[in-house]
């Protein structure tokens, strides 16, 4: 099973990145996905979360409208659209799925982890 993330990069303020993360092993479309962050210093935070079935999304506080999850099931892949980016949204982003249907916060709760990939956001 391998979650494999990509699309990090510098970004100025303002920009914005889109994340991919493709599976191998694993069928997405079977349990919920999420997008956490860690970055320097700080603990991981779960940053989105979408459900199985995609009827449900979370959003952290600090992303609220900026930022969107989304999956494509075809392709067993999802991403984490961020816009108007700000230098707090600077850390490495992993992406994970569960088999559960519920979206969770808690860093245990997910099966399957990528291996991150950095996002820097800076002038």
């Known amino acids: 099973v391998q979650l494999q993330a990509s699309g990090g990069g510098l970004v100025q303020p303002g920009g914005s990145l889109r994340l991919s993360c493709v599976a191998s092993?694993?069928?997405?479309?079977?349990?919920?996905i999420g997008w956490f962050r860690q970055a320097p210093g700080k603990e991981r935070e779960r940053v989105s979360c979408?459900?199985?079935?995609?009827?449900?999304?979370y959003y952290g506080d600090s992303v609220k409208g900026r930022f969107t999850i989304s999956r494509n099931n075809a392709a067993n892949t999802m991403y984490l659209q961020m816009n108007s980016l700000k230098p707090e949204d600077t850390a490495v982003y992993y992406c994970?799925?569960?088999?559960?249907?519920?979206?969770?916060?808690?860093?245990?709760?997910?099966?399957?982890w990528g291996q991150g990939t950095l996002v820097t956001v800076s002038s």
């Open positions: 994970a799925a569960r088999t559960s249907y519920y979206c969770s916060g808690r860093d245990a709760d997910y099966d399957y």
């Open positions: 092993g694993v069928t997405l479309a079977k349990g919920a």
């Open positions: 979408l459900t199985r079935t995609g009827g449900n999304t």
